[in-house]
């Protein structure tokens, strides 16, 4: 279950607010510019789909996007427990940062932690299957994909070089809990 949990940045114990539902996760996500929307295939897909496929089954959806954003670049990315590089991939995330361009990202499967830090307060958004989320350029956060990741996702890219990270050197991530898929947060 797709989840929002909102906390002061120095306090990582205590949320001050909790939203399970998806209509006042995007509402809450709206006030800070963060898009929050909820797609759904418009065609089944089967275990292993290729790239091809998952993009058939967004297509509207996706061509809504690229024509309100001007996205240039439109992906698949799958990632499993067993994959080699998960470990690295992982740390490639867990440290704030931001970005030069609005970071969108759909959930064909599986779940993700993305969390966000606004105006002194950490925004902690568990994305799963049917959630698009988009981070606009310049917003401090991080993502966690987890130990064992599982997911499918779209991503959608203005510039072609894709992902470009701007790191903070803080350690505002450390504080605030990891991502253990399956486990409730």
Not at 36 to 52: D, H, K, R, V, Y
Not at 76 to 90: A, G, K, L, N
Not at 149 to 162: K, L, Q, S, Y
């Amino acid at each position: 279950m797709s989840r929002l949990r909102i906390f002061n940045e120095g306090e990582p114990g205590t949320p001050l607010q909790v939203v399970r539902d998806h209509a006042g996760m995007a509402a809450e996500l709206a006030k800070i510019g963060v898009r929050f929307e909820q797609w759904e295939a418009n065609a089944p897909l089967p275990p292993g789909a290729s790239p091809e496929q998952v993009m058939a089954a967004y297509r509207a959806d996706i061509d809504r996007l690229i024509e309100d954003n001007g996205f240039r670049t439109v992906d698949v990315v799958s990632i499993h427990p067993e994959h080699p590089d998960r470990e690295t991939m992982r740390k490639k995330f867990l440290d704030e940062h931001y970005h030069k361009e609005d970071e969108v990202r759909f959930f064909v499967a599986g779940s993700g932690l993305f969390t966000l830090h606004v105006d002194g307060r950490v925004y902690e958004i568990l994305c799963e299957q049917g959630d698009l989320i988009g981070v606009p350029d310049s917003t401090l956060h991080w993502f966690d994909m987890g130990p064992s990741p599982h997911f499918v996702a779209i991503r959608f890219f203005t510039e072609p070089d894709g992902w470009v990270g701007y790191f903070t050197g803080t350690d505002i991530a450390q504080q605030f809990p990891r991502f253990e898929a399956g486990q409730a947060l």
